[in-house]
């Protein structure tokens, strides 16, 4: 790890375009507006995220140490944009910031851990209650069979969610949010899948749109009609597959509903034929893809590239030659190791074999109400450190800079660098390896969304 000192205003254009910016918007007007002039100092360690010399994708084998820190850093955000970052001293001798200082709303870090909000890339937040018969049945040695038979399993979820109104899925989703935020979560992408039918399946995404509007932060949103096989269909999926394709898609394109579409690719789910029909859907209404793969089988990945898939997740099974074509494209690996903690599985993805391969990999909650009911993007990190051997310093880059490429929005999010989206999370410690190292709890006291501050308490 290399400690640097950037100037803080970093260029003239940079400073002239932010003088620009206040010429035209006097500075007191932002504190009317929810987006204010922000300037964080005195951060311990400010873990910018900055490029790293070879990068110019998502990162891969040693980049995903480099987590750029600054000590003693400083970041200025304006009107929902990092504009600088660099020093407390310099930052502090900058004559823009001596003479507007009054007007910022400063933050004295203390010394803490500041970070770039997580980008949670993998969640499923649509649901209406906990499955705790699932949880207690499973914690018995109940069978999938015996779950569904005693109430539970995913048919359960699926009838909640049929039955609920929008305002209320929204209230759902708004909560889970909220959570994800106090944890440091400052993007989300978001998946329907639990109502299984067209109008449920709307339903679930206009409740995301509803609770996106509602909170400050970015969700992402993904339309996961192909999530399972709903009952109904069960002899009959190729049906099902056609209303994805000729319904559920073509609609939540039109109404700008999703920007991903995402298939659950496995053994009981959906074929990799059912798949690239699927793919194929997405791509002609102008969606990109993304998928749950080889979380309980093996499935070969080669036959998908074409469709330049945003992320494969799961990838608890994966042969040689697939990582080797991973290895050379900006698809990303996406880990949720939640999954396998909550289901009491002995084995997690390989991260270090994707890593040392030059996969790139980010990690994510999966928060759903079956198999990883976690909003913590820090406890998915403690995962990835203590099952999947991955560093703290890896942990970060996985859950900031790569999570924001397996959103395609490396450009905006991941990252603390002038002119990306002003998200940042403060953490109550004095290094940045004590996020994944005390385990289940939270020490994220601040954070900024879009420019937008919130504080915990
Ligand atoms: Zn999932």
Redesign the pocket.
Known sequence: MRDCTLNFIRSPSLQSSLLHCVSVSPLKEYKTKTRSAILLINAGQLLTLRPTRQATGPRRGPDLRELGIINDGAVLCIGGKIVSVGTTKDALRDPWIRKHRKQLTEIDCASKVVTPGFVDS?T?PVFVRPRLVDFEKRIEGASYEQIAAAGGGISSSLQAVRNASTAALTDKVLAALKDMAAHGTTTVEA?SGYGLTLESELKSLEAIRKAASAWPGTVVSTLLGAHVVPKEFQHCSQKYVEIVCKEMIPRAARRSLAQFVDVFCDKGAFTPEETEQIFAAAQEHGLSVRA?MGQLSETLLAPFLRFDPASF?HLDHVNDDDVKRLAMRNTVATL?PGANYFLGLKTYPDARRFIDAGVPVALAT?Y?PGTSPTISMPMAMSLACTQMKMSPAEAIAAATINGAWALRMADRKGSIEPGKDADLAVFDIDDYREIPYWFGANHCSLAVFNGVLETRG
């Open positions: 993998h499923h998946k749950h997740d949720v999966d759903n």
